[in-house]
């Protein structure tokens, strides 16, 4: 088989795939991509008879003329991020007719596999010819599908008319999300007092199981338990294509104070501002919660950091004096 027929037979298939495409999409015209060579070139695999489905293979008489005719009807197919999407299309009592992968944006064809040749350059498209008897597979694999990948697939026999199999690919991308430990609405900023744990919890669903790693960062540093720092620790919990994450940072510092990231892999991320508050040795408040100095009606005990901080005496205090007076100053009965 020579360049040259090779080229006319894919310039034939393309104008008949023009001809089919502005038949759906009305009077407008239809752009057709082309790469000079193919990129591979892959060699049919013989599958044994234990290992098809005859659930859509019709057998028929010997004096009837078999008409090559697709397995499945149109169809969808949806995968995660990263993970490999599988398109297939099966014809049977195929002749010489030659079959093709090409993928449609609005009015733009582009060609992906010709028979056994793969025209595209991207490394992740592969194709896988099988063959069995009374029928040939060609499989289009997309590996490690990225957001971009999304979208509509044809595979087409040229016969007369063309035998059109329209494919959709629908690629579930995970999603991320810091939130409150109670609630579960989500938070972007959260204060610390100085001496306090900080305690984060990120949610990330529409996941695989088992899920791919997740990591939690401060900066562009990841943190984990043998971290240099010390004191931290992550709980990751995983089910129903939901993973739970939290974050432990024991004895918190002003130094801790940061953007905190949690990742999925490296598909996405969520992230909270973190400030830890110097001079206080209580538990971790909210922004929202924090004393309001700007009023100029607030008490100057009120507003001092510092006398805040010891609020918490005051009843002690009240109970003790109480106790001296009652016992020590009251007058004797006799």
Not at 41 to 55: A, L, R
Not at 288 to 299: E, F, G, I
Request: with cysteine; charged share 20%.
């Amino acid at each position: 088989m020579t360049q040259r027929w090779m080229l006319r037979r894919v310039l034939l298939l393309l104008v008949s795939a023009a001809g089919t495409a502005s038949g759906k999409l009305g009077s407008g015209s239809v752009t057709l991509r082309l790469l000079a060579a193919p990129q591979k070139t892959v060699g049919f695999v013989s599958v044994s008879e234990s290992h098809y489905d005859h659930t859509h293979h019709t057998h028929h008489h010997h004096e009837e003329t078999p008409e090559p005719h697709l397995a499945v009807a149109n169809h969808t197919t949806k995968v995660f991020l990263g993970a490999a999407a599988t398109l297939d299309c099966t014809v049977h009592d195929l002749t010489n007719e030659s079959v093709s992968w090409m993928r449609q944006d609005d009015d733009t064809l582009t060609l992906l596999t010709w028979d056994n040749h793969t025209y595209v350059a991207d490394d992740r498209y592969q194709l896988v010819a099988e063959d069995g008897e009374g029928w040939r597979r060609w499989r289009l694999v997309i590996s490690e599908v990225e957001g971009r990948d999304a979208g509509h697939y044809r595979c087409q026999v040229a016969t007369t008319p063309p035998l059109v199999l329209d494919a959709a690919l629908t690629v579930i991308e995970p999603r991320a999300r810091v939130v409150e430990e109670r609630g579960g609405s989500v938070v972007e900023e959260k204060h610390y007092n100085s001496g306090s744990m900080i305690e984060l919890q990120c949610i990330i669903d529409r996941v695989p199981f088992p899920p791919r790693q997740v990591t939690w960062r401060r900066g562009t540093t990841i943190l984990a338990f043998n971290t240099s720092r010390g004191g931290i620790s992550v709980k990751t919990d995983a089910s129903g294509g939901t993973v739970a994450t939290r974050l432990y940072v024991t004895n918190s510092s002003p130094k801790d104070s940061g953007i905190y990231s949690c990742w999925y892999h490296n598909y996405t991320s969520a992230s909270i501002t973190v400030h830890v508050i110097a001079g206080e040795n209580s538990a971790g408040l909210h922004h929202d919660a924090l004393p309001d100095t700007s009023s100029s009606a607030a008490s100057p005990l009120i507003q001092s950091p510092l006398s805040a901080s010891y609020l918490w005496l005051l009843p002690c205090l009240t109970t003790c004096l109480n106790t001296f007076i009652t016992t020590c100053l009251a007058p004797t009965v006799s």
